[in-house]
């Protein structure tokens, strides 16, 4: 049985931290960095992310982990669910642009995440649209 209540409390205290920062590969308030935050925060055990310093950094980051996408990264990290399934605290991923797609927390009907038109606002709520907003879902 999964207690909503603490996986709330849980992901309002993640998204506390990063809401309101903008995005930054030096600062370490990325989509993965996120995504770790939540991780821990939820009794995971993620390893470390290394210093990035740029999307190019980033690049070679991932490939360090032996993929050369972050949906394989995740996949090796964390069980795969329908998007369907996910309850407050889960991590999805969105499309995002030519480089990277977006790693984000569900929230109950909504997600939030850094998205490319307010990157300078830090996380906003993205209310998922389309079809098939969803690429893939890991259970926390």
Not at 40 to 51: I, K, S
Not at 65 to 89: K, N
């Amino acid at each position: 049985m999964v207690d909503l209540e603490a996986r709330r409390v849980a992901t309002e205290a993640v998204v506390a931290r990063f809401r309101g920062r903008p995005f930054s590969w030096t600062g370490r308030r990325t989509c993965v960095h996120l995504a770790r935050a939540q991780m821990r925060a939820l009794g995971h055990r993620p390893p470390a992310v290394p210093d990035m310093r740029s999307a190019a950094s980033a690049v070679r980051a991932l490939k360090a982990t032996g993929h050369d996408r972050l949906i394989d990264l995740f996949d090796s990290l964390l069980p795969r669910i329908a998007p369907a399934a996910m309850v407050i605290g889960d991590l999805a991923l969105m499309a995002g642009d030519a480089l990277f797609d977006a790693i984000v927390v569900s929230a109950g009907g909504k997600v939030i995440g850094y998205h490319g038109d307010a990157l300078q606002r830090g996380l906003v709520n993205i209310e998922p649209i389309g079809p098939r907003p969803f690429i893939a879902a890991w259970r926390l």
